[in-house]
């Protein structure tokens, strides 16, 4: 095209998508950069020609366009400028679009004294993070994941052979790229432990977002080889060391389309964000929740590895994890199917109050509760009979039908307050008193 050509095509597209994006110009001049090793010529080109290649290389995508369900909500690292009795909230919410992508997406809101509810209005703009890979790897730690994934083998003990104890994905790239090499005759048979290294590797990754942006329009779409086919459930809680440094983590389901992995991140301000590899034999399956703050000096996790009792999980390591014990099965009717957690337990003086799902007859989805024991979670000391939410006629159709189901609650001002999925096409609130709750309570 000449020059003339790419100003007029650049001209309309920039008439046509005019107010649909907020930095329509960085953004297409990124994606030209992300394909550049592809031009045919080593000419310097004009930047209007640089733009409309990277917008060839460029898709519209809505994000929520399918499904905005299974919310968690954790108070606002900002509670400046409220009223008395007043505090903002953070929900995330899982968004899936087109293809059944799933990602994070998130909105804020204020809850007042008397716990009415009060959303913020949502951006209409999506903004994409800068990506940074993990700035360092350690070989051991590295190594011992590789075999837990079953890709120890030779092939991996030269890989890991050229490498220092502590190394860099650019390192890691040179030593398989060498290793490849030396076993070119072999190539397909290594293949897939190629594969599982490099996606190893990747799974661990920072996310940064402009400070001027939004939240509602900070965007956490899949980026490692794990996510490929979405970031499913994100549990996000506010957890507090005892030296008082806060930290949101948020436990969620890496899905490549064959796989499940459990990941976490982690984020101090929701501007900068963290995602890690869970380890060791107590990780499978999906479902982690992890308690907001150590219990006798170590992290507490309740998980469900087996898709159908609820289990928990002690470790002195955030990220390694090794031992569980099944603490709940499933006891009454409306969850003879499956039990597990919807979200982080809530400390109460009574003791842990842990929200569950429940799976009944037809797969109709329930949300119950259950307390444990605040010295020895493990304990379990009361358990509702009957479910606190279950799908009514408004709720049952959907995405998903007859799913009722959430990933973190809240209690403010004694009340506890539920964000949950109506049969995961769209979220809501329902509210109830921490009182008539511990009161249902049943001993177990």
């Given amino acids: 095209m000449s020059e003339e050509e790419v100003d007029k095509q650049l001209s309309h597209i920039v008439e046509e998508f005019h107010g649909r994006h907020q930095r329509p110009r960085d953004f297409l001049l990124r994606r030209f950069d992300r394909v550049r090793e592809h031009l045919i010529t080593d000419a310097p ?23 905005l369900f299974n ?15 007043s505090k903002r909230f953070v929900v995330s919410l899982r968004a899936t679009g087109e293809g059944h992508l799933s990602s994070i997406t998130f909105r ?6 008397q716990c009415r509810i009060e959303m913020d209005e949502p951006t209409r703009f999506a903004t994409p993070p800068n990506v940074l890979p993990d700035p360092g790897y350690q070989k051991a730690l590295f190594h011992r994941k590789l075999t837990e994934l079953g890709l120890a083998g030779v092939f991996t003990n030269h890989v890991m052979d050229r490498l220092d104890e502590e190394f860099s994905l650019e390192q890691l790239d040179a030593a398989l790229l060498l290793t490849v090499r030396e076993n070119r005759s072999r190539h397909q ?12 590797a990747k799974s661990n990754y ?28 994100a549990r996000f809680v506010c957890f507090e060391e005892p030296d008082g440094d806060i930290r949101y983590y948020a436990t969620y389901s890496a899905y490549d389309g064959k796989v499940v992995l459990p990941q976490m991140l982690e984020t101090a301000d929701f501007l900068r964000f963290r995602m890690h590899t869970l380890n060791g034999p107590g990780v499978a399956n999906k479902g982690f929740a992890l308690f907001p703050r150590r219990v006798n000096d170590r992290y507490v996790m309740i998980s469900r590895q087996d898709g159908e009792n609820l289990f928990l999980m002690e470790s002195d390591n955030l990220y390694f994890w090794h031992s569980k014990r099944i603490i709940v099965r499933p006891t009454f009717p409306w969850e003879y199917v499956q039990i597990g957690n919807c979200g982080s337990p809530i400390e109460t003086d009574a003791g842990w109050l842990v929200l569950t799902h429940g799976v009944g007859a037809m797969r109709k989805y ?10 020895d979670p493990s304990r379990v000391i009361g358990r509702l009979r009957h479910p606190l939410v279950t799908p009514d006629e408004n709720e049952r159709e959907g995405y998903v039908p007859n799913v009722v189901y959430s990933c973190g609650a809240a209690v403010h001002e004694g009340v506890l307050i539920i964000p949950y999925a109506m049969s995961d096409y769209a979220s809501t609130f329902a509210t109830i008193g921490m009182d008539e709750v511990l009161a249902a309570m049943e001993p177990a």
């Fill in 45 to 67: 080109l004009s930047e209007n020609r640089q733009l409309l290649i990277g917008a060839y290389f460029t898709q519209e995508y809505a994000v929520e366009s399918a499904a």
């Fill in 189 to 200: 048979e290594h293949l897939t432990v190629y594969d599982g290294i490099v996606a190893l």
């Fill in 206 to 233: 920072e996310i940064i977002y402009p400070t001027d942006t939004k939240l509602s329009e900070r965007l956490i779409l899949p980026y490692s080889p794990t996510e490929s086919a979405g970031i499913e459930d």
């Fill in 108 to 113: 804020t809101g204020v809850i007042d004294a």
């Fill in 366 to 375: 329930s949300i119950g509760a259950l307390l444990l024991d605040r010295d």
């Fill in 71 to 85: 919310p968690s909500i954790v108070w606002h690292p900002d509670q400046a400028g409220l009223s008395v009795g």
